[in-house]
């Protein structure tokens, strides 16, 4: 594509300057000018196509690749289903059970707040903004460690292990709610 970019503005200022090359001599000098100009014209139309083809070409990368990091955040497709309720997959089971997802949903329910007066997926919400927000900050060095080992070591951004505990510990307070 540099290349290309290259060449376009190499023809454009030949034909720049083979325009007003061959208008000057021949015409009267307003004319020239004119065709001098349009020639300029011409050359800063051509190499802003190129810029401006070139920029948006950067963009789109930069989208796509913002566009798989939000979906890696928000989705955490491989280990939460997306319906509702949201469930654990077979891999969110097998996640949950490595980093001990419903010890730390029980140690850290404190946290919380008191969500027992609010509707399921009012507690599911809560849960999943707690987990993804504000865990990590509340996790002691142990338990923070422990999760980012697994993350690390297993190719997950951190906030999927979160999501993982946030819906684990929905499941513990929704149970507890229907025992009491």
Same mark, same amino acid.
């Given at each position: 594509?540099?290349?290309?970019?290259?060449?376009?503005?190499?023809?454009?200022?030949?034909?720049?300057?083979?325009?007003?090359?061959?208008?000057?001599?021949?015409?009267?000098?307003?004319?020239?000018?004119?065709?001098?100009?349009?020639?300029?014209?011409?050359?800063?139309?051509?190499?802003?196509?190129?810029?401006?083809?070139?920029?948006?070409?950067?963009?789109?990368?930069?989208?796509?690749? !913002?566009? %798989?990091?939000?979906?890696?955040?928000?989705?955490?497709?491989?280990?939460?289903?997306?319906?509702?309720?949201?469930?654990?997959?077979?891999?969110?089971?097998? !996640?949950?059970?490595?980093? %001990?997802?419903?010890?730390?949903?029980?140690?850290?329910?404190?946290?919380?707040?008191?969500? %027992?007066?609010?509707?399921?997926?009012?507690?599911?919400?809560?849960?999943?903004?707690?987990?993804?927000?504000?865990?990590?900050?509340?996790?002691?060095?142990?338990?923070?460690?422990?999760?980012?080992?697994?993350?690390?070591?297993?190719?997950?951004?951190?906030?999927?292990?979160?999501?993982?505990?946030?819906?684990?510990?929905?499941?513990?307070?929704?149970?507890?709610?229907? %025992?009491?």
């Amino acid at each position: 594509m540099k290349l290309d970019n290259f060449w376009a503005a190499i023809i454009g200022v030949a034909a720049y300057w083979t325009l007003w090359f061959l208008a000057r001599p021949s015409v009267k000098d307003s004319i020239s000018d004119e065709i001098a100009f349009s020639g300029f014209v011409s050359l800063v139309i051509c190499a802003s196509h190129f810029r401006l083809s070139d920029l948006i070409d950067m963009v789109n990368e930069r989208v796509e690749s !913002l566009a %798989n990091r939000v979906g890696e955040i928000d989705g955490g497709q491989e280990e939460v289903e997306d319906h509702s309720p949201r469930a654990l997959t077979e891999k969110g089971r097998i !996640l949950s059970k490595a980093v %001990n997802a419903k010890d730390l949903a029980t140690k850290y329910r404190s946290h919380l707040g008191s969500v %027992n007066t609010k509707q399921a997926y009012d507690i599911q919400e809560a849960c999943l903004a707690f987990a993804e927000l504000d865990m990590l900050e509340a996790l002691d060095d142990e338990d923070s460690r422990a999760v980012k080992k697994y993350a690390y070591e297993n190719g997950k951004s951190v906030e999927r292990v979160l999501r993982v505990i946030g819906i684990e510990m929905r499941d513990m307070i929704l149970a507890q709610r229907e %025992n009491d």
